[in-house]
């Protein structure tokens, strides 16, 4: 569904479907070069990045390996605490590959943070991060992203893989929800 068919459901559209498909056609010509003779292993966060995987990985114009993994937070039971749990670990063994781990978005960081460190310690070749999405204000640690489609406020946002409830991941643009959806 396009933004325009949910109107009464979101405030603002940030960005469209269009201007996301040009960044991700950017950016594949971006990781190309940069892999230019080396093997590229895609992994994937669930379950925001599944749009963005899809797409992106797609784009680019040369076999890649794909894998995912999917983690909760939880410790002091809020997101915030930056405690990650594994719920679906890589099938890949990861040591000297080069990788790249495909997010919808970074907010807080911590996810990415505790991520980075896990694949660190599997002995990858290189590990890098491509963000659809990004909010620097939200940062409560700094990211060393490599790829980043677009930098947005600190908004509800839903669409293109971010769910408010489960619900708006299949929203092909990226919206900021209306406050009566959540309120
Ligand atoms: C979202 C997103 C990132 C994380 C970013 O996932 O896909 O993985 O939050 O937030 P952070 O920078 O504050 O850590 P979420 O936990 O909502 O799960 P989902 O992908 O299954 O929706």
């Known amino acids: 569904m396009r933004a325009a068919e949910i109107a009464d459901q979101l405030t603002d559209v940030l960005v469209t479907e269009e201007e996301i498909q040009a960044k991700l056609e950017e950016l594949a010509r971006r990781v190309e070069a940069d892999y230019e003779g080396k093997d590229l292993l895609l992994v994937g966060v669930l379950k925001g990045a599944v749009m963005v995987m899809a797409d992106f990985a797609r784009s ?26 594994i719920r679906k670990d890589l099938d890949t ?10 997010e919808d978005i970074i907010d807080s960081g911590l996810t990415l943070s505790w991520l980075l460190e896990n694949f660190a310690s599997r002995g990858a070749a ?10 620097p204000e939200a940062a409560k640690v700094e990211i060393d992203c490599r ?8 908004e509800f946002v839903v669409g293109y893989g971010l769910d408010f409830a ?9 919206a900021v929800l209306a406050p009566h959806v959540y309120a």
């Open 60 to 85: 680019l114009k040369r076999p890649i390996e794909m894998d995912w993994m999917a983690v909760s937070s939880y410790g002091a039971g809020t997101k915030s605490s930056g405690v990650v749990q």
């Open 126 to 135: 290189s590990i890098e991060v491509l963000a659809l999405l990004r909010k």
């Open 166 to 174: 489960e619900k708006y991941r299949n929203l092909r643009d990226v």
């Open 93 to 102: 063994d990861i040591s000297g590959k080069h990788v790249l781990i495909v």
């Open 147 to 154: 790829y980043v489609g677009f930098d947005i406020p600190v």
